[in-house]
């Protein structure tokens, strides 16, 4: 009896564990159907659309959730944490993973995608001169983008926290992370506009003229200088994020820690350097991190601003340019691969630091 009892109930087991991915598939690909052939107006489609959405998500845990719930407990240990995070895991690989392989294997081909041309868009990357210029470029932004954006928003963070006007300091210079890449493209776009031989509505042009000097074309300037202007909004963007981060880190120093050192004799610099810097090191490196990662993809600004021109380039623009443009899907995708290698270096030292600190 006891025997028979078991296999029953392992095939319950079974039947449930295949019912109910089964049933889930049948249930929402009918409802995918209905919404593709429904003649409903569109707003109502819409709202339709979006209930199916939160709902169906909920009721696919939900009877995920039961089906697990019906194993012994030892079972439902094991498989609880893949019934709610496998989910996201197949989600991401359906749309980093797939893509990524897909994207690898489509930069050892010519432009038609057709023949096979081996290392040649490796080498091609690293010889052709806009995309020597355009690694160049990146560099500069990651170099003066990444160091002024940490140093400027270490230093605020520390001389806000000391004043009686925190809040609105603070809320000022993090104001610009609530605008887009984009948008702030345009804002900075009027500010540098230079028009010869006319009135000049540029917001730096008008100064320097209302100061007696001679207007200037800021984006077409020699190298360096018109990658370090594109690089100035970075700056304004980026050095708020910093700012916050950095504030939050350095207000959990203890409060005891700096008066003792400030009643042995240590002055302001000394804290600095020997108990402040050490204590927020992770967030440091954290934020560097992340802020590196941002100038490697740096995109919407160049794009926006000059269009990639007067030597201002980076990968990402040019990325762009060849696959999109160009239609040579080899050249595009080896740019798109090295962009990827460039940035995995950076995420391995912010996981290995997200474990020292017990993220994970």
Known sequence: MELQAKKGNALRLLLVTLLVPALNIAIHWLIFMFFRDSGLPPVANAVLAVLWGALGIYSIYWSFNWMVEQYPDQWQ???????????????????????TLRTFWLSFFDASSVDFVGLANYAAVFTDRLLVTALRNNLLWVFFGTTACVSLGLLIAILADRSSFERLAKAIIFMPM??????????????????????????????????????????????????????????????????????AAIKSIPEDMLEAARMDGAGELRIFFSIMIPYISGTLLSVT???????????????????GQYNTEVVATQFYRQL??????????????????????????????????GGF
């Open 178 to 247: 609530a605008i887009s890449f984009v948008a702030a493209g345009v804002i900075w776009k009027f500010i540098y506009y230079y028009q010869p031989e006319q009135e000049q509505i540029g917001l730096l042009n008008a100064i320097v003229v209302a100061l007696g000097g001679e207007p200037q074309a800021w984006l077409s300037m020699v190298q360096p200088w018109n990658n370090l202007f594109l690089i100035v909004i970075l700056i304004w963007m980026q050095t708020g994020f910093a700012m916050v981060i950095f504030s």
């Open 77 to 99: 240990r094991r498989l609880l944490p893949f019934v709610f995070v496998g989910p996201a895991v197949l989600l991401l690989g359906w749309l980093l993973v797939l893509p």
């Open 324 to 357: 999109f443009m160009y239609q040579n899907a080899g050249y595009g995708s080896t740019l798109a691969i090295v962009l990827l290698i460039a940035v995995i270096p950076v995420i391995v030292i912010n996981l290995r630091q997200f474990r020292k600190e």
């Open 289 to 307: 991190t992340t802020i590196i990662v941002f100038t490697l993809k740096i995109f919407d600004v160049v794009m926006i601003m000059t269009g």
